[in-house]
């Protein structure tokens, strides 16, 4: 089990803080590079490329569409991928690829191209681009965490969820979804149980939610109304 520490230089290297830490940033997840990403496909018996599809508002009038076929040539995962950010298209050694959909966003999927859950993003890009866990919306529309190879590191089990920052992350249970959205309306404020867990999914009584405060606040208030 990984145990919880304050954030740390070393934290920051293995944990890598999505919002940004003051002066450093946040540093890319280094992808696979083409010849490792083919080996990585091919351990599955696929091949994995990209097709002119569908017509579209591009320079050339068309786009890039991914999917990947078998040993025999026969389509497994339809050619309906495109290609964001740099993500390459690879499946990890868990059977699952992160791939866009430009209906449905961003998805993770297994081999036989069954939705897996849900990738959520920040700022546009998913989890998995900022490095560390990545958070997923599993099918009970819970949300869960990804470890870097894409094995499930926490199960599915949070309403709402942030990122993982220097080794730790706020979660809530049984809150409303929108909690800790931007604009959320009042009625999602402090709903529900919020607190810190580490990269095993253990609970930090020691550490609060960034909104404790304010919540506590709002309780009493409450109370004395």
């Known amino acids: 089990m990984t145990e919880a520490r304050s954030a740390t230089t070393s ?50 009038g068309s786009e890039r569409l991914w999917g990947c076929v078998n040993q025999r040539g026969g389509t497994v995962v339809p050619f309906v991928y495109s290609r964001i950010d ?49 958070r997923f919306r599993g099918r009970n529309g819970m949300i869960g965490y990804l470890d870097q190879n894409r094995h499930i590191a926490i199960p599915a089990r949070y309403a709402a969820a942030l990122p993982f920052a220097n080794c730790t992350a706020q979660v809530c249970v049984g809150c409303h979804p929108d909690r800790w959205k931007k604009d959320a309306a009042e ?4 709903t529900g149980e919020a607190f810190i867990i580490d990269q095993s999914g253990k609970k930090l009584p020691d550490k609060l939610p960034r909104d404790a405060d304010y919540c506590a606040r709002k309780r009493a208030s409450t109370v004395h109304q």
């Open 187 to 190: 009625e999602t404020e402090c």
């Open 11 to 60: 934290d920051q290297g293995r944990c890598p803080n999505p919002y940004g830490d003051e002066g450093t940033g946040w540093t890319p997840k280094a992808w696979p590079d083409e010849q490792t990403v083919r080996a990585m496909n091919g351990r599955h018996g696929l091949l994995c490329t990209e097709r002119t599809g569908r017509e579209q508002q591009t320079a050339d």
């Open 86 to 134: 740099e993500v390459p298209f690879y499946f990890a050694p868990s059977g699952l690829a992160l791939v866009f959909s430009p209906d449905e966003g961003w998805w993770y999927i297994d081999v036989a191209n069954q939705k897996f859950g849900q990738a959520l993003t920040l700022d546009n890009s998913p989890d998995e681009a900022f490095g560390g866990y990545a």
